[in-house]
């Protein structure tokens, strides 16, 4: 969110000062996301695993809003967790057309009725769409 302060004359004047804020959709997909329950709905549907800081059904509401990433991750270049290699948070090709803007490749493979989650799993941000077929297909084998 940005806030620049842009006095006019006239408002000085008054005694006021326009201060205009950009939200973007966030706050009304939040709006919509709280009124239908759907926090509710995945905690009691999708068991989480205690061990866990986030809950599942916190981190697929994360996932169902927009995410962007900007700025530096020194720490993010791919390290080694638990014997996996983490994602890298790196420039790739938005499809919101933002280059400015860092990115990570999230994969989620659904059943053929589009109601079940079959599959997932997260890959570098520059990774692109048409390779990750392979290792979907032989996921699912």
């Given at each position: 969110?940005?806030?620049?302060?842009?006095?006019?004359?006239?408002?000085?004047?008054?005694?006021?000062?326009?201060?205009?804020?950009?939200?973007?959709?966030?706050?009304?997909?939040?709006?919509?996301?709280?009124?239908?329950?759907?926090?509710?709905?995945?905690?009691?549907?999708?068991?989480?695993?205690?061990?866990?800081?986030?809950?599942?059904?916190?981190?697929?509401?994360?996932?169902?809003?927009?995410?962007?990433?900007?700025?530096?991750?020194r720490s993010a270049q791919g390290r080694q967790i638990r014997?996996?290699?983490?994602?890298?948070?790196?420039?790739?090709?938005?499809?919101?057309?933002?280059?400015?803007?860092?990115?990570?490749?999230?994969?989620?493979?659904?059943?053929?009725?589009?109601?079940?989650?079959?599959?997932?799993?997260?890959?570098?941000?520059?990774?692109?769409?048409?390779?990750?077929?392979?290792?979907?297909?032989?996921?699912?084998?």
């Amino acid at each position: 969110m940005s806030r620049s302060q842009a006095p006019t004359s006239t408002s000085e004047e008054a005694g006021f000062t326009l201060h205009t804020e950009r939200l973007g959709p966030l706050p009304l997909i939040n709006h919509f996301i709280e009124r239908i329950g759907l926090h509710d709905t995945l905690s009691r549907h999708v068991p989480s695993d205690s061990r866990c800081t986030i809950t599942h059904a916190s981190a697929l509401g994360v996932l169902l809003r927009s995410i962007s990433f900007c700025g530096s991750y020194r720490s993010a270049q791919g390290r080694q967790i638990r014997k996996r290699t983490a994602p890298l948070i790196t420039d790739g090709h938005s499809k919101a057309h933002r280059p400015d803007l860092k990115q990570l490749l999230f994969i989620l493979t659904m059943s053929a009725d589009g109601h079940v989650p079959v599959a997932c799993r997260c890959a570098d941000g520059s990774t692109s769409d048409s390779v990750t077929h392979v290792q979907t297909g032989n996921t699912l084998k």
